[in-house]
């Protein structure tokens, strides 16, 4: 965590942000979230309804066929207040699969969910007249922990240049229940947590971008590799230019 942190200051900085944002945003009614009952999206929807009211925050919750903590997503709507559907993506997953009809690699097959979900949240915000939010944080993002198109596509993100730990810092200010604020991140798609499914843990993923070392070479060789690999993830694609 960064030396100078202050969560007040800035979850009090996050909260005018947004606002900002959608006083230039005139024909945004409000904010559409995806609801997975992680930390990022709970502390993330906390701050857009403490910006803009619980009447202008819709939460969308989006298993694929069964969610085991779907009842956390759950208790975030029923504590924050908010308007939410649920939106079950088992059905247009398994169509994808049925119609590639390919053998699909692991990974293939991982990343078709989150990109439904961001289908599912850009059709809601265009029939509420809201926009998308984003729930992604730096350490993720750093490494490319994200999916392209998935995930890491939104219309703002209040969070995007918060390690792990500082999100976890705004949550703790802001009130949230300590389960919640501190629950084992997972991606909810491999049965794995995301340190597992990395290889490395968060505090060093933070450490390494902070010090540029988290005190293992072989982790930082690593974390390093994964940064280089998914810079394409943080960029928009070139395009041609007439000159």
């Not at 009809?101 to 289908?119: A, F, G, H, W, Y």
């Amino acid at each position: 965590m960064r030396i100078a942190f202050d969560s007040a200051e800035v979850s009090k900085n996050i909260i005018n942000w947004i606002k900002d944002y959608f006083n230039n945003q005139p024909n945004a009614k409000g904010a559409v979230i995806g609801i997975s009952g992680g930390k990022d999206s709970t502390i993330t929807a906390k701050l857009l309804v403490e910006a803009l009211g619980k009447e202008r925050v819709f939460g969308v919750l989006m298993p694929n066929g069964e969610q085991k903590d779907i009842s956390d997503s759950l208790r975030v709507v029923s504590l924050l207040g908010i308007n939410y559907k649920i939106v079950n993506i088992e059905k247009a997953y398994n169509g994808l699969l049925e119609g590639i009809s390919e053998d699909l690699s692991v990974d293939s097959k991982i990343n078709i969910p989150p990109r439904l979900r961001m289908t599912v949240l850009y059709a809601v915000s265009a029939n509420l007249h809201y926009r998308v939010c984003g729930t992604g944080n730096k350490s993720e993002g750093f490494v490319g922990y994200t999916t392209k198109w998935g995930d890491n596509a939104y219309d703002f993100n209040p969070i995007g240049d918060l390690t792990t730990e500082e999100v976890v810092a705004v949550g703790d200010f802001l009130g949230l229940p300590y389960e919640l604020v501190h629950k084992t991140p997972s991606d909810g798609l491999t049965g794995q947590s995301d340190e597992e499914k990395l290889g490395f843990t968060y505090t060093q993923i933070n450490a390494y971008i902070e010090n540029g070392t988290c005190g293992n070479k072989e982790i930082d060789e690593k974390i390093r590799l994964k940064h280089e690999y998914n810079k394409h993830k943080g960029i928009f694609p070139p395009k041609y230019i007439i000159e």
